[in-house]
């Protein structure tokens, strides 16, 4: 997984704070302040946001960005320049808990976005798509037609991000089209580099990074079972998925559980 910079060790004391962090209570554990919101909370949060005008981005860190964040800056900075943090994954929700530093539910990012696109749909909010594949944004074009206006997907790019040549049509594109939410599903940490150097420039109210939401949405890829989810399990299905892509990652995951709590 590639980052902008060389990882370096980061104290949790010593990371960034959200220049938003004023406007929502936070559960503050591995060096992120999780937005403590409900879901009813996002919505509202999104709602006022839109109407506000002021472009911002949101983020869903899971135990991996967790791990990440700890180890080098430049994500942990976009991380931590989010104006909401939602708390991703089931295992790190209960981590939270036993920290004693809960959040009122999980909130990831697959599960939020089918839910924005129907709200979306009911509430007259236009969606600007960027990332994941033409196939796939044209499913979701086709099921949630009315509320998108716009999309693209950019080639690969190792770190598409830093290629602001290439990335001057799409943020062009996007302030033409004036949307009020952008989805960016380019996967971590890519998404969350975007988000941070573009969102501004591209002028929507809110940019939310969603990782691979819309492959499941666009029948690319296959979600877990709930009852994975609830039992903290969906990581074995995604591993069964994608052995060779994810096998090294939960790896690390763990060390870096069993590494934290020989601390704690």
Not at 244 to 255: F, K, M
């Amino acid at each position: 997984m590639a980052t902008a910079a060389a990882p370096e060790e980061v104290a949790e004391s010593t990371l960034p704070e959200s220049d938003h962090q004023h406007l929502l209570p936070e559960s503050n554990a591995f060096g992120i302040g999780f937005s403590a919101i409900s879901r009813e909370e996002f919505f509202d949060e999104l709602a006022e946001r839109i109407h506000a005008k002021d472009p911002q981005y949101v983020v869903t860190p899971n135990l991996d960005f967790a791990r990440l964040a700890t180890r080098d800056r430049s994500f942990c900075r976009a991380i931590k320049g989010a104006s909401m943090r939602l708390c991703d994954g089931a295992i790190l929700f209960h981590l939270l808990r036993l920290k004693r530093r809960p959040v009122p539910e999980k909130l990831s990012g697959s599960d939020l976005t089918p839910l924005i696109l129907d709200w979306a749909v009911a509430n007259q909010i236009s969606i600007y798509l960027f990332g994941s594949d033409e196939a796939t944004l044209q499913k979701v074009q086709e099921r949630y037609g009315s509320a998108i206006v716009g999309w693209d997907a950019p080639p690969y790019r190792k770190n598409l991000w830093e290629d602001d040549e290439l990335n001057a049509p799409y943020v062009s594109r996007i302030r033409s089209l004036n949307p009020d939410i952008v989805m960016v599903a380019l996967g971590a940490p890519k998404q969350e580099f975007w988000a941070e150097k573009y969102h501004k420039a591209a002028g929507a109210p809110v940019t939310l990074c969603i990782g691979a939401s819309l492959d499941f949405i666009g029948d690319r890829a296959r979600r877990s079972p709930k009852i994975l989810s609830t039992l903290c399990m969906e990581w074995v299905w995604r591993l069964a998925m994608e052995p060779r892509r994810l096998w090294r990652r939960y790896l690390s995951d763990a060390l870096f559980l069993l590494t934290h709590f020989s601390k704690a």
